[in-house]
């Protein structure tokens, strides 16, 4: 221990103290190695090609002692004169955008790493310090591209990798790229076939897209394997209740789910959904009012609107499906179903 930090000592000393010419004799030891070893252009390697190499090799150089220095400001100065003499360097460009960043320049920081995509497409490392900087920015949009791009690479790399397809189908959910994100879990699926939770996943997006049969039957053979997975329990009941079908098989699936989480929102919303659907007015209202003091969710207030509307409250229908608006605003039927309430009562107070 007493020679390590004797050694750590001197290291320190000889850095603090380090002449300036000798520091920069140094780098050009460095910039000669490199010059050496790097290869040489056939017949096209003009006299003024050698010398730009070699300039911006120099700065290079300089730049990287500079970094391992800590002293970011002096090793951007050199970086940008590499640059000058090398401009379609993706190595300068790279470590431009990360000195850039250290310094809290984000949008100089992109700008050089836009250029390392320009000159080296595949390189992950600038990528990932792009979605780093787009998500600190809120540019989810741009960093999920920066990101899909990674994964994308590595599931290439690693095709039998189910956590990397995981994170891809996750990534197009949550840009509601539907079909996207279906194609990773059955990627999943097949690798893993007898998955319940994978299932339960793949179920829920086949809803999103508008594929009964296909959710249906994956959520049947998720329930097969786990009889007791309370998602795929709760999916499917709302399945059927939104299909108008199988309504006391799906009262079963619900209170199947409710005594394991008795407590969830979603849950309760689904039964009272199937009340509705069975005609039962009250006791759906029951359950929806009981699943709003759980979840903020657009759509318990969209079918706390209809129950009110069908008990004939309809100043109470137009106030909740009002609230489900304020949360999602891009709800055509929920705007026709406020415009045709309110019509009606313009006619009732005419009469």
């Not at 290291?11 to 920069?24: A, D, E, T």
């Not at 006299?47 to 120099?58: G, P, Q, V």
């Not at 984000?106 to 000159?119: C, I, N, P, R, T």
Request: contains cysteine.
């Amino acid at each position: 221990m007493q020679k390590e930090k004797k050694k750590n000592n001197a290291r320190g000393l000889l850095f603090r103290f380090l002449h300036p010419g000798i520091f920069q004799s140094l780098a050009c030891c460095v910039i000669i190695v490199l010059f050496l070893i790097a290869p040489v252009k056939a017949e096209a390697f003009v006299f003024h090609e050698r010398i730009s190499m070699s300039k911006s090799l120099a700065h290079y150089a300089m730049g990287y002692m500079y970094d391992l220095l800590g002293m970011t400001t002096n090793a951007v100065f050199e970086y940008e004169k590499a640059s000058q003499f090398d401009e379609a360097s993706s190595k300068i460009h790279l470590r431009l955008g990360t000195d850039y960043a250290r310094l809290d320049m984000l949008e100089d920081a992109v700008g050089e790493l836009e250029l390392v995509k320009k000159y080296d497409p595949d390189n992950l490392q600038s990528r990932y310090l792009l979605a780093l900087i787009y998500s600190d920015q809120k540019d989810y949009t741009e960093a999920a591209q920066e990101y899909e791009y990674i994964l994308n690479q590595f599931s290439r790399a690693e095709p039998q990798n189910m956590e990397i397809y995981g994170y891809l189908g996750q990534l197009y959910y949550s840009q509601r790229k539907y079909d996207k994100a279906i194609k990773q879990f059955e990627n999943i699926l097949s690798l893993d076939p007898q998955n319940p939770d994978i299932m339960y996943l793949l179920g829920s997006l086949y809803l999103e897209v508008n594929q009964e049969d296909q959710a249906r039957e994956i959520l049947q053979r998720s329930l097969e394997i786990d009889p007791n997975h309370d998602g795929s329990l709760n999916t499917l009941a709302y399945l059927y209740a939104e299909q108008g079908k199988h309504l006391d098989e799906a009262l079963e699936l619900i209170d199947r789910a409710l005594r394991m989480v008795p407590n969830s929102g979603a849950y309760l919303d689904s039964k009272g959904w199937i009340f509705y659907k069975k005609g039962h007015y009250d006791k759906a209202l029951e359950f929806l009012l009981e699943a709003e003091k759980r979840i903020d969710d657009p759509v318990v207030y969209n079918h706390i609107g209809d129950v009110y509307y069908a008990l004939g409250n309809v100043g109470d229908a137009i106030k909740y499906w009002e609230l489900s608006l304020e949360m999602q605003p891009d709800q055509s039927p929920v705007i026709d179903k406020i415009e045709q309430a309110k019509n009606s009562q313009a006619k009732q107070t005419e009469k």
